[in-house]
Nanobody, 124 residues
Framework: QVQLVESGGGLVQPGGSLRLSCAAS????????MGWYRQNPGQERELVAS???????KYADSLKGRFTISRGTAKDTVFLQMNNLKTEDTAVYYC??????????????????WGKGTLVTVAS
């Protein structure tokens, strides 16, 4: 069983910063890709950013330059540094893991695993 636990959400004023963290636990050898998605009520969940174990990153075009994703040294953690936050960044942010490899096969599990989400509210 794989669990993803997010932390770091909260209330911040426009122009402020937040850093989200996500840690995966369970029978995991490595995770090919970890990322962040966000969702508001009545809207589809959208990609914010993702990072591969090899170091490549992908961002939503509208967020480039303000958000930075990074993988932790433990490789089963991922962080999202969010700067110059805007009211439209308000959403529930979900951690995602894809391509989990476990012993004894170490074959990538291409199921999507999700955390429960952490709320980010940008308001004055």
């Amino acid at each position: 069983q794989v669990q993803l636990v997010e932390s770091g959400g909260g209330l911040v004023q426009p122009g402020g910063s937040l850093r989200l963290s996500c840690a995966a636990s369970g029978s995991i050898f490595s995770i090919d890709t970890m990322g962040w998605y966000r969702q508001n009520p009545g809207q589809e969940r959208e990609l914010v950013a993702s990072a591969s174990i090899g170091g490549s990153t992908k961002y939503a075009d509208s967020l480039k330059g303000r958000f930075t994703i990074s993988r932790g040294t433990a490789k089963d953690t991922v962080f999202l540094q969010m700067n110059n936050l805007k009211t439209e960044d308000t959403a529930v942010y979900y951690c995602n893991a894809r391509g989990i490899r476990r012993p004894p096969t170490y074959i990538a599990d291409n199921n999507d695993y999700w955390g429960k989400g952490t709320l980010v509210t940008v308001a004055s």
